[in-house]
């Protein structure tokens, strides 16, 4: 019985001995903290809540992550770790408020009619004084910066169009004027007035539309240049420029009846002269 309990006692000590510290608490990393501090998966890194590194910790890399592009973020650099939320207690917990582990200071809360988010608020507040609530989807209110950005926009775009067409009426006069000898030998071989106008109409088409898709073509040759210029600049996977089929859509839309418009308008005079008048030199 004696050598079977020291057997026992030394098997005991053996396994003891033989076995593995515990595992290090997992957490990732951005991929601009890890470029930034060279550190790959699988490494140790130290992390403290402190400025002056107390109560510091040891994790094991579980791996790297992207961050989510934020627009209202882009031009800061996303230093970020993630940390699960029994280790992230441990660190930022106060030890003279014994309470603080428990205690949170944001709540995500999902309703089922977003229109009664105010009904919503209100009875928070009633039930506990000193909390409020604040929606996360984008304000209808004309205070959204996007809404204000994408006014912003609209009004340059409304802005480049007007100037734009002007200029294309200015050519077409100009492009209308120098056809007016052919265009008083054309009547004056008997080709009706309403003819001339259906060519004009179809040319102011054609060139309409050819100019439409070329400028379509251009801004989605552009795009991916855009966009990894300035994503290269700020470091970030957010898209700035997206030529969907629907802008495209949109522009050709606008641009045909404006280049058509310009032809009409530009050679409307020519049609209302005289013939005498168009081939008189």
Known sequence: MVMAAFAVALAAAAAAGSSS????????????????????????????????????????????????????????????????LPDLLAMTATPEDPSSIEAVKAINVKLVDPKEAEAFDAALTARVPGTFSRLTARAQDGSD???????????????????????????????????????????????????????????????????????VLVAKAAEGSVNRFFQWRYDTTLVFVRVTARIALQSIALAVPLGILAGVVGSWTLLRRDIVSLVRR
Not at 52 to 72: C, H, L, S, W
Not at 190 to 195: A, I, L
């Open 21 to 84: 510290p515990a595992p290090l608490p997992e957490i990732l990393l951005s991929r601009q903290l890890a470029e930034q501090a060279s550190v790959r998966p699988g490494e140790t890194v130290t992390i403290a809540a402190a400025a002056n590194g107390a109560g510091a910790k040891q994790f094991r890399v579980a791996g790297i992550y992207e961050p989510t592009p934020d627009p209202m973020r882009f031009t800061s650099r996303r230093i970020e770790a993630r940390l699960h």
């Open 145 to 215: 910066p996007f809404a204000v950005l994408e006014r912003f926009h609209l009004a340059v775009a409304i802005v480049t169009v007007i100037g734009s067409t002007a200029f294309l009426l200015a050519l077409m006069v100009m492009r209308a004027e120098e056809r007016r000898e052919i265009i008083g030998i054309v009547r004056l071989i008997g080709v009706s007035q309403r003819f001339v106008l259906l060519v004009v109409l179809a040319e102011g088409l054609l060139i309409a539309a050819a100019g439409a898709g070329f400028g």
